[in-house]
């Protein structure tokens, strides 16, 4: 449950991220296909290599679905509902794999935020995460 101060300190942060959808977006796709290698699987149509624009672009596809959440923090299922059917019923993402994105996204916002990513912020982003994944995953219910 994201309290009012969570969803203060997510909407400040992100006007931070949303401007680097590209590299902030690519970095964490990188550092999850590097670290998960199965996740790269879900992806055999992409130039995975690092620093493929192809990642960056999907990258920013991913921060602009972000932003929208963002903009909509009490009403998550709505604002992702379209996306939640994408990956449940044609993508078919195994469920776990949300959470590995969001943990590679959390080291991004860390070593690009450094001293901002306090860990009231780190806490606020990561409940925030866990809230998409779980939209994300509702339909496979
Ligand atoms: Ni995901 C497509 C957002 C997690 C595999 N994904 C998208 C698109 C958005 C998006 C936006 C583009 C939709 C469109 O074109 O209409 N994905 C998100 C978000 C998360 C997420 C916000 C979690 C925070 N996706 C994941 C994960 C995987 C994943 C964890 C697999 C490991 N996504 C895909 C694949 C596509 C995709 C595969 C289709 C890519 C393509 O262009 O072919």
Not at 6 to 12: E, P
Not at 62 to 73: G, H, T
Not at 83 to 107: E, G, I, M, T, W
Request: charged share 20%; proline share 3%.
């Amino acid at each position: 449950m994201l309290t009012a101060d969570d969803k203060k300190l997510i909407s400040q942060i992100w006007t931070k991220v949303a401007e680097h959808g590209k590299e902030f977006g690519g970095e964490a796709l990188e550092r999850m296909f590097i670290t998960y290698p199965q996740t790269k699987t879900y992806f055999p149509h992409f130039d995975l290599h690092v620093g493929s624009e192809q990642v960056r672009s999907h990258g920013e596809k991913v921060v602009n679905a972000l932003s929208n959440a963002v903009k909509n923090l009490d009403n998550l299922s709505q604002a992702l509902a379209e996306l939640s059917n994408l990956h449940a019923y044609n993508l078919r993402v195994d469920p776990v794999n949300f959470k590995l994105l969001s943990q590679c996204f959390q080291v991004v916002l860390a070593v690009h935020l450094g001293k901002e990513y306090t860990p009231e912020v780190h806490s606020a982003y990561d409940k925030f995460l866990s809230a998409v994944a779980s939209v994300l995953a509702e339909k496979y219910r």
